[in-house]
């Protein structure tokens, strides 16, 4: 059974940084592409980044290039999102998500498995 915790979240000034971990438990994590997404009041949620089992491959939202990196460490069963100049429509609870296949994938239904969720808000 695979769990996933986020951590990191929490109240920041706009252009502030943030650093998003998700520990995985199972014996899965190295083979799994892992995501995260994020969730606004009354919004679908949303890709944001997504990274492949070996970590090589990477793809970010437009929204967030530039800004937010992926990444992860498979010796420690844990993902990264370093969040840099964070603006107010970053706000959102962020989740992050693995999938069943290695390669990176951005739609929210081919990740099986989620966390529950952490809030970041940026103040404005």
């Known amino acids: 059974q695979v769990q996933l915790v986020e951590s990191g979240g929490g109240l920041v000034q706009a252009g502030g940084l943030l650093r998003l971990s998700c520990v995985a438990s199972g014996r899965t994590f190295s083979s799994s592409a892992m995501g995260w997404f994020r969730q606004a009041p009354g919004k679908a949620r949303a890709f944001v980044s997504t990274?492949?089992?070996?970590?090589?491959?990477?793809i970010d939202a437009d929204s967030v290039k530039g800004r937010f990196t992926i990444s992860r460490d498979n010796t420690k069963n844990t993902m990264y999102l370093q969040m840099n100049s964070l603006k107010a429509e970053d706000t959102a609870v962020y989740y992050c998500a693995q999938s069943d296949g290695g390669l990176p994938v951005t739609r929210v239904d081919l990740y099986h498995y989620w966390g529950q969720g952490t809030q970041i808000t940026v103040s404005s």
């Open positions: 990274i492949s089992a070996s970590g090589r491959t990477t």
